[in-house]
């Protein structure tokens, strides 16, 4: 790499130079407005394939800051203590690195509300269970609906009996990054990011999400980034390399200048440009221009090299590890080290997809930097708060609570998202849940954007000096210098000018290969939308009823706590809109499918799989989401349940009016309840019937769901006659 002429700053602007900024697309790059990572999605993690063998201690999320003031701060004595280093004296007396706040009023309005619908749901069944007994002497109504609406009853309340968990105890985080110790007593910190495939995850957004890993705040000797290539593709490596000189000099740049945003592209695209006090300066803007005219550079060769993606990824190819290096070796020691991985591939060998690719990133990086912690990046997401690797530490370097903590998940924000969010990107409700999870045993791991520790994983004590060789080896494979890695005084062996020995490249082209943990045993380890069968003849219940009111209590009740959640956030009613009717599509679109799977899955029918979601986005989908309109081009497959609900709901709805007329009384409260699905879902029937726009519901889709819901609305018919 020929670059050592140039200054590592970015002084030389030539004038005149009109800037091409980073386009601001709609990817999934995640961002959060207050500037932390967050989730994209719980549950389906298994699906991507091995870390089942990765068995926890408790975990931490990280909140929004809130900046409690100093005194109110049980400011005691705090002695941090972290992986390899040993804290004590000055800086630690300032207070806690960390403190965890009950949220009491939401606590007791959860419980509150907990207990009075505990007590109307009861009388519910109360009421269900005398009922179905009359029916069962009586007949006067059909016994099948009657019990398949006491069926979907019980299936929703324990849904919300499990939900409940999420609001006995939520809590809150706070952490104070300057009151950690100096620098040199720093952990190190690993950085994982998995890609696959250069032609669905363009190199150029991948390339910002290492950019961006790269620049956190922290000291540079101690930050290591992997960049794990599943398609082992040529296109990706190129990228790689020109990501490399690219950061040379927006790293020193993001530091000079403290920049908040970290992320080449979202800086380009707007938000704050500097930290205040070198916004006047001459300095900043020439240097400013020198680095955008830098990335656009970068971006043309990216661009160029990325006409080939399509045919580069590859299924059978050698590992290849390369670590980037430069021929100034004072330079280097102020920059993070970059390694590109690609593991081996061979047809026929499981790969277990990012489960796989981690476990090798996790090898790999044990030889070559051994950081106690590691933070877990999907390729479409970016690290927009440099200080997240300093705010996990608060945690892991306070000696109260680190022995406790596996992980520190921090939370996952859409980049970009429309004004009024119509796709809940900022997916409050997962963040509330894990705010409540963190109340009680801590929360879950969403799949990525969380800080771990090696311990954690490898599941043994990395300062146990009597470990038994030939037993890890069993379980953590052949490798010698990998076994070393485990016990935590481990030098890795990687020179300082970043060129791995003979011995070391073979080291790592053993521990990336496809058979390396076969027999071994780091090998083996490894809301249902009601379904409202409206059937017209089945009164739900006679609003004259005095049961009408306990059923009403429920679905107002279960309406108002949800409005209430999302104010205390500090959001709005049309917030609340949204997330019902996001969570409403989720339960019709990917409920249904996680279901199928699981069941498909138990019954031996299913191989694990995973299909890449693709993160290309054309300039009519970044304009839809602009303008704050759904975006239907997803696979038909996903779309067709919902549609199909939609329909059913609407036509049973049609059908039911004039019955509404002779039978008001019986009919009204289903009727309600049906209206009110139908406007929520509004957007599914202009999709499918109103709009023109290539982002609609395609014609066969709806086609589909037509005569899907006209088939169930037939067996209805033929269910009321038993
Ligand atoms: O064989 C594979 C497949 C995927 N990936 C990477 O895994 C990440 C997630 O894949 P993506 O297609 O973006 O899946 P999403 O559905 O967006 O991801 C969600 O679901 C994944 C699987 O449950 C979780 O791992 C993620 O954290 C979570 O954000 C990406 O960086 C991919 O490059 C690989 O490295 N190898
Ligand atoms: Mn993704």
């Not at 003031?69 to 800086?91: F, M, Y």
């Not at 997330?579 to 069941?599: D, H, P, Q, T």
Request: hydrophobic share 40%; with cysteine; glycine share 6%.
């Amino acid at each position: 790499m020929k670059h050592n002429a140039e200054s590592k700053t970015v002084d030389g602007a030539k004038p005149g130079y009109s800037p091409v900024c980073g386009r601001a697309p709609v990817r999934n790059h995640a961002t959060n407005t207050k500037g932390k990572l967050w989730i994209q999605n719980s549950g389906c993690k298994s699906r991507s394939g091995q870390p089942e063998h990765v068995v926890l201690r408790k975990g931490i999320l990280r909140d929004e800051d809130e900046q409690i003031p100093h005194e109110k701060i049980n400011s005691e004595q705090v002695q941090t203590r972290g992986e390899g280093c040993s804290i004590e004296g000055k800086e630690a007396m300032d207070g806690p690195l960390n403190v965890r706040r009950v949220l009491w009023s939401n606590l007791l309005i959860n419980r509150l509300h907990m207990f009075l619908n505990a007590i109307a749901i009861s009388a519910v069944f109360y009421y269900r269970a005398t009922t179905l007994l009359r029916i069962i002497q009586t007949r006067e109504t059909p016994l099948v609906p009657y019990v398949l609406v006491i069926i979907a009853e019980i299936v929703l309340t324990f849904l919300w009996v499990l939900h409940q968990a999420y609001r006995w105890r939520p809590v809150k985080r706070s952490v104070y990054p300057e009151r950690l110790p100096e620098d040199e007593k720093l952990p190190p910190v690993d950085v994982f990011i998995c890609t696959a495939d250069p032609s669905k995850e363009p190199s150029l957004g991948v390339m910002n999400t290492v950019i961006s890993a790269m620049s956190l705040d922290y000291p540079p000797d101690k930050l290591s980034v992997y960049l794990q290539d599943d398609g082992g593709s040529h296109v990706t490596l190129h990228a790689v390399r020109e990501a490399w000189k690219f950061a040379r000099f927006w790293v020193p740049f993001c530091r000079k200048y403290e920049l908040k945003a970290r992320c080449p592209e979202a800086y380009f695209s707007g938000g704050e440009s500097a930290h205040e006090k070198f916004l006047g300066s001459s300095e900043f803007a020439a240097d400013k221009k020198t680095v955008e005219k830098r990335y656009d550079e970068f971006q043309e060769a990216i661009e160029k090299n990325s006409v080939n993606a399509k045919g580069s990824v590859s299924r059978d190819h050698p590992p290849t590890v390369e670590v980037m290096t430069d021929e100034n070796i004072s330079d280097l020691k102020e920059m993070p080290l970059l390694v590109y991985v690609s593991r081996e591939k061979r047809p026929g060998h499981p790969h277990h997809f990012k489960g796989g690719a981690l476990n090798v990133l996790l090898r790999v990086s044990a030889v070559i930097s051994n950081a106690p912690y590691f933070l877990v990046l999907d390729c479409d997401m970016y690290c927009d708060d440099p200080s997240s690797a300093r705010q996990a530490m608060c945690f892991y370097l306070d000696p109260k609570i680190s022995p406790e903590i596996a992980w520190v998940q921090f939370p996952q924000k859409f980049r970009d998202m429309s004004e009024h969010d119509i796709y809940d990107g900022r997916l409050n409700p997962i963040w509330r849940e894990g705010q409540g999870l963190d109340g009680l045993r801590g929360p879950t791991i969403y799949g990525c954007n969380f800080f771990m520790t090696r311990e954690a994983i490898y599941g043994l004590d990395r300062t146990q000096k009597d470990i038994d060789i030939n037993q890890l080896k069993k379980s953590l494979g052949a490798s010698n210098e990998f076994i070393k890695s485990i016990n935590r005084s481990y030098n890795p062996q990687l020179p300082e000018d970043r060129k791995p020995s003979d011995a070391l490249k073979k080291e790592l082209q053993l521990l990336a290969s496809c058979t390396y943990d076969n027999d071994t045993q780091w090998g083996e380890e490894a809301s249902i939308l009601p379904l409202d069968l409206r059937i017209q003849h089945l009164p739900l219940q006679r609003v004259s009823d005095p049961m009408f009111i306990v059923f009403a209590f429920i679905f107002i009740s279960s309406l108002l706590k949800h409005v209430q959640e999302v104010f205390s956030y500090g959001d709005s009613f049309r917030t609340a809109l949204y997330e019902m009717r996001v969570w409403m599509m989720k339960s019709g679109a990917c409920y249904f499918f996680a279901i199928l799977n699981a069941i498909l899955d138990r019954l031996g029918l299913l191989q694990a799989n995973f299909s890449l979601t693709n993160k290309v986005v054309d300039d009519e989908q970044v304009r839809r989401h602009q303008l704050g309109i759904y975006d239907f081009q997803a696979s038909p497959l996903i779309l067709t349940p919902l549609c199909s609900l939609y329909v059913l709901n609407l036509a049973a709805f049609t059908i039911g009016i004039p019955k509404i007329f002779q039978k008001g009384d019986e009919l009204l409260a289903q009727a309600l309840l049906s209206f009110f699905g139908i406007i929520i879902n509004y957007h599914l029937l202009d999709g499918m019937v109103l709009r023109s726009d290539s982002g609609r519901i395609s014609l066969f889709v709806t086609m589909v769901s037509v005569a899907l819901s006209a088939t169930v609305l037939s067996c209805g018919y033929l269910l009321l006659l038993y």
